[in-house]
């Protein structure tokens, strides 16, 4: 399959080869992920029986995942990584798919995007498949080029970075919807449900941050607006006190906040501690269990949007699927809207390998979810095309109530009667 090149890629590609050799040489002495690296294959190794196509083998196909599994960002990677070993787990029970295991090799970046290419480049010397699961803009940011120079798929980072939405990267398969459309679904909500127009952002001072930041300002610029005051700080930091003074200082309604759990429960706590009775609104890479986890009885109020389902509404069957293979895999895992957004990352995987058939390449996975006319995994929608590499654009909105517990709600109005009435008996 001939690759069409991204523009801007040529020089990256480069830079981040002669990159990860060198951090790859000098990160190899303390584990297989440079930082305190985590590999975990799913099986013992057997006689390898080479197919012509990395990481397909007679009896499995393996994948590869670089992830945040130590840090402030750890729970994002961990709860990644469970939600597709425990697909993997699930289809591996029943035979696999055509006679062939899932594996997955995963490595520790802890969310940092130099760490990010000398996994990469690991992962693909080993002969990986394909990636899954990447956490993270600007971790993804880097280990993309390396993929697409190696002709590797890239699926269903964790990340609505609007860069990785260009259909120029042929080997990019999306999950879901973009930070674009989270942050114009929180503007168009506080405008409209709540008539808020004073509006700040906090953000992470990196890709990530800044493209969740864009967001937010151009769907205020299409209502007419700009945001009354703008924070920032440094990622793996918490070090945001600078930005609850700059922000607190202008007074803002509401604030719309795109960074890590741990950065965003210290400024919602120190706000709160301040006097700010602002609404607080996350993007769902946040982590939102762990956020929820960190505020304890500050979260009371605190929003997050979503890109999955509830992972407790088995009413839905891909939820009660995921609910099975998790307590299958995890029996003493709490179910969590990454640990399913992985599980749905681990099914998108699946059902690229099941339309290949036996004779499976990377040319075939790709556009057997590229080209195919739109399915759907137990009742969750995905649609691609060829100028499209993203399966879903839902956002789903949410709110943290007593118990660390989260409610969907279709508008913000709903707070209000969630605590006169469903909270109170909490």
């Not at 006689?47 to 729970?75: N, Y």
């Not at 190696?150 to 260009?166: K, N, Q, S, V």
């Not at 989260?406 to 909490?426: F, G, H, K, M, V």
Request: aromatic fraction near 8%; charge should be negative.
């Amino acid at each position: 399959m001939r690759r069409r090149r991204p523009p801007g890629v040529a020089w990256l590609a480069g830079l981040c080869s002669l990159l990860g050799v060198a951090l790859l040489a000098s990160c190899s002495g303390d584990g297989p992920g440079g930082v305190d690296g985590t590999a975990t294959p799913t099986s013992e190794p057997t006689e390898v029986v080479d197919t012509g196509t990395p990481g397909v083998f007679e009896d499995r196909v393996l994948f590869g995942q670089s992830a945040a599994f130590s840090g402030p960002a750890s729970a994002l990677g961990t709860n990644m990584r469970l939600g597709i070993e425990a697909a993997f787990h699930e289809a591996n029970e029943k035979g696999g798919v055509h006679g062939r295991r899932i594996e997955l090799t995963s490595l520790d970046d802890a969310y940092e995007p130099e760490a990010a290419i000398a996994n990469t480049q690991q992962l693909i010397g080993e002969g990986v498949f394909a990636l899954i699961g990447a956490v993270g803009t600007p971790t993804s940011r880097s280990a993309t080029p390396i993929a697409f120079a190696a002709g590797a798929p890239y699926i269903a980072p964790f990340t609505g970075a609007g860069f990785l939405r260009d259909p120029e990267w042929s080997n990019i398969i999306n999950l879901r919807a973009s930070y674009a459309q989270e942050t114009e679904e929180m503007v168009e909500r506080l405008r409209t449900d709540l008539g808020i127009e004073r509006i700040g952002i906090l953000y992470q001072d990196d890709s990530y941050g800044r493209s969740g930041y864009n967001g937010v300002q151009q769907a205020l610029a299409r209502r007419g607006s700009e945001a009354v005051a703008v924070g920032r700080y440094t990622r793996n930091t918490s070090a945001v006190k600078a930005a609850v003074l700059d922000l607190l200082e202008n007074d803002p309604e509401a604030v719309i906040m795109i960074g890590a759990y741990e950065p965003m429960a210290t400024f919602i706590k120190w706000a709160k501690q301040l006097g700010s009775d602002a609404l607080f609104l996350n993007v769902s890479f946040v982590g939102s269990n762990a956020l929820a986890q960190e505020l304890g009885s500050d979260g009371v109020g605190v929003l997050v949007t979503q890109v999955v389902p509830f992972p407790e509404d088995d009413s839905l069957a891909v939820v009660a699927a995921y609910q099975r293979a998790l307590a299958a895999y995890a029996p003493n895992v709490t179910p969590g809207f990454v640990s399913l957004e992985g599980y749905l990352a681990g099914r998108l995987a699946i059902a690229g390998l099941e339309r290949c058939g036996r004779d499976l390449d990377r040319e075939c996975f790709l556009n057997s979810l590229r080209q195919a006319d739109a399915f759907d995994i137990e009742g969750f929608a995905l649609q691609y095309g060829a100028d499209d590499n993203q399966g879903s654009d839902k956002v789903f909105l949410t709110v943290i109530g007593p118990r660390e517990q989260y409610y969907a709600i279709e508008s913000l109005r709903e707070i209000e009667t969630l605590q006169e009435t469903e909270w109170l008996n909490d």
